[in-house]
C-alpha cells in the first residue's frame, strides 16, 4: 500500500511540475523512483510508469536516459492480452527516440512491430499505413546483413502486394540492377509523398530524399562490383550518374564501411574490385588445382593402359 501511495503521489506532483511548464523537474521527481524493483506493484503499472519517465526525458531531450529507461521494459510483456495500447505508446516513443539518432533500420523494427499489433492488423487503414513507414524506412536504412534480413522478411509478407507501389520499389533494392535517381524519383514521388487530406509520410521531406538518393547510389556501387573487376573512373561516374569526385568520395565510404572491396589507381584512372587473397587462400587454391591436375594425369594412365591391353587382345 505505501508503495502505491509513493507510486500515485510521484505521478501526481509530476503533474503538477508539467502543468507549470517545469519539465525538468516532472522528469526528475519521476525518475526518482525505480517502479522495476516494486515486487507489490502489477507489471501493467510498471510499464505505464516507465512509458511516462521515458516520455518526460524525451521532452526534456535527455535522450541518453531514454534509451536507458527504454530497456527496462521487456518486450516480451507486449505478447500479453490486452497489451495492445501500451505496446503501440511503447513503439510510438522508440520511433521518436530512433529518428533523432536516425536509425533508420531501428524505426523500420518499430514500425514493423505496430503493424504486427492485433488491433493494427484489424484495421485496414492502419496496418497499410504501418506497412509503408516499415518499407520506406528499410530503404532509408544502412545496408548491411540486418537490413537484408528484414528485407527479405517484409518481401515475404503476402499484404505487400496490397500496396504495390511499395511492393515495387523495395523490389528494386533487392534486384542486382543499376537504379536510375532521376526515373526512380519521377515515377515514384507522387506515390511515396502524402496527399491532401492524408498523414505525412517520411518521405515529405527533402532530406529523407537526399538520404534515399545516397541508398540508390550506393546499391548502384554494389552492383557494379559484383558484374565488373575492373572499371575506368570515367565509366563508373558515369554509371552512377554521379561527378567524378562524388563518385570516387561514395565509393570510399563504401570501402570502409566494407560493404564492397575495391582499389583506385589513380594514375590510370581505374578502379579494381578484384578481393585481395591472403597467403593461405593463395596455398590452398594452389593445393586444389595440383590435386586436380594429379587427377587428370591418373585418369589418362588408367585410359591409356586400358587402349593398351585392348590392342594386346585383338
Known amino acids: 500500500r505505501r508503495v502505491r501511495e509513493a507510486v500515485v503521489s510521484t505521478q501526481s506532483t509530476g503533474e503538477i511540475y508539467e502543468k507549470d511548464d517545469e519539465m525538468e523537474k516532472a522528469a526528475k521527481i519521476l525518475q526518482e523512483l525505480q517502479v522495476e524493483t516494486f515486487g507489490s506493484m502489477e507489471k501493467k503499472e510498471k510499464v505505464e510508469f516507465i512509458l511516462e519517465q521515458m516520455r518526460l526525458c524525451y521532452q526534456t531531450k535527455d535522450y541518453i ?3 536507458i529507461i527504454s530497456k527496462k521494459i521487456s518486450t516480451k510483456y507486449f505478447d500479453s492480452k490486452d497489451t495492445d495500447d501500451l505496446k503501440m505508446r511503447y513503439y510510438r516513443q522508440m520511433i521518436d527516440l530512433n529518428l533523432h539518432h536516425k536509425d533508420y533500420l531501428a524505426v523500420s523494427k518499430n514500425y514493423h512491430e505496430i503493424y504486427t499489433t492485433p488491433a493494427v492488423k484489424e484495421n485496414d487503414a492502419q496496418w497499410k499505413e504501418a506497412l509503408q513507414r516499415v518499407v520506406i524506412f528499410l530503404i532509408l536504412s544502412e545496408y548491411d546483413n540486418e537490413q537484408r534480413d528484414m528485407l527479405a522478411r517484409v518481401k515475404a509478407d503476402s499484404n505487400l502486394s496490397k500496396i ?15 537504379l536510375n535517381w532521376s526515373i526512380l524519383k519521377e515515377v515514384y514521388s507522387s506515390h511515396l509523398k502524402s496527399k491532401a487530406g492524408q498523414a505525412t509520410t517520411p518521405l515529405d521531406t527533402e532530406d529523407n530524399w537526399e538520404v534515399l538518393r545516397k ?16 572499371i575506368s573512373l570515367s565509366h563508373f561516374a558515369s554509371l552512377l550518374h554521379l561527378e567524378l569526385k562524388e563518385a570516387e568520395d561514395m565509393l570510399c565510404k563504401q570501402v570502409v564501411k566494407g560493404t564492397v572491396t575495391a582499389k583506385i589507381d589513380r594514375l590510370d584512372g581505374i578502379v579494381n574490385f578484384t578481393k585481395p587473397r591472403d597467403t593461405e587462400e593463395i596455398l590452398n587454391s594452389w593445393s586444389g588445382n595440383l590435386n586436380s591436375v594429379m587427377t587428370l594425369i591418373g585418369n589418362c594412365n588408367h585410359l591409356i593402359t586400358k587402349e593398351r591391353m585392348v590392342h594386346q587382345v585383338n
Open 164 to 178: 504495390p507501389y511499395y511492393q515495387n520499389v523495395l523490389t528494386c533494392f533487392d534486384t542486382a540492377e543499376l
Open 215 to 230: 541508398r540508390v547510389v550506393e546499391h548502384n556501387i554494389r552492383v557494379i562490383a559484383k558484374y565488373y573487376t575492373r
Open 65 to 67: 536516459r531514454t534509451s
